[in-house]
């Protein structure tokens, strides 16, 4: 059966360990009403529409 050598130290295991904490980028896609950047499945801050719909009123 095979058995390790040597002890794995915590800076290799952690090394190892490393990509399970790494953040991903928010997916971001242009609104269709204004051309600004938002993120998927919310109402745009900038003009307030949500799938070709007002659904915030935006004050001037």
């Known amino acids: 059966m095979a058995v390790p050598k040597r002890k794995t ?6 090394k190892r360990r490393s990509n399970l904490w790494k953040l991903s ?3 971001l896609v242009k609104c269709s009403q204004c051309g ?7 109402v745009c801050g900038n003009c307030g529409y949500y799938k070709g719909r007002l659904v ?3 004050e001037a």
Do not use: L, Q
């Not at 130290?9 to 952690?14: I, K, L, W, Y």
């Not at 600004?36 to 919310?42: A, I, M, Q, V």
């Open 9 to 14: 130290s915590r800076a290799r295991r952690d």
């Open 25 to 27: 980028a928010p997916a």
């Open 36 to 42: 600004e950047f938002r993120r998927t499945h919310r």
């Open 56 to 58: 915030v009123k935006k």
